[in-house]
């Protein structure tokens, strides 16, 4: 009955995990381990290589996209000025007709 009762199969599972780990940490060093770990390593450089690419032409497109958009915009507002001015120079055209016919008092001069 001690046989049963110490628990054998926790021993074979501690046993098992020791060995599996001695054997683990071996084929970790191994050279061929340290291979693929290379390898892995050498690939996820490439992905964050072509990730920063990504994003500096990404981010030189915003760029561009942001001048053209300022561009665009200072040659609305300056469209804008020129309109109002021109509105503004049509009024005063037709207060001095106006003035000029009589039909329209003077404004007093101080």
């Known amino acids: 009955m001690f046989f049963c009762d110490f628990g054998w ?3 074979a599972c ?3 995990g020791v060995l599996f780990g001695t054997a683990g940490i071996a084929v970790l060093k191994s050279k061929d381990a340290k291979k693929v770990y290379t390898h892995c390593t050498a ?3 490439r992905g964050r290589d072509a990730v920063m690419n990504t994003a500096e032409t990404l981010k ?3 760029r ?3 001048e053209d958009a300022s561009d665009i915009n200072e040659k609305r507002y300056a469209e804008e000025d020129r309109r109002k001015l021109e ?3 049509e009024l005063v055209k037709q207060y001095e007709e106006k ?3 009589g039909t329209e008092e003077q404004p007093a001069e101080a």
């Open 9 to 11: 199969k926790r021993v």
């Open 43 to 45: 690939a996820v450089l």
């Open 14 to 16: 501690f046993a098992g």
């Open 60 to 62: 030189d497109n915003c």
């Open 64 to 66: 561009d996209i942001y």
């Open 99 to 101: 003035v000029s016919a």
């Open 87 to 89: 509105e503004a120079r």
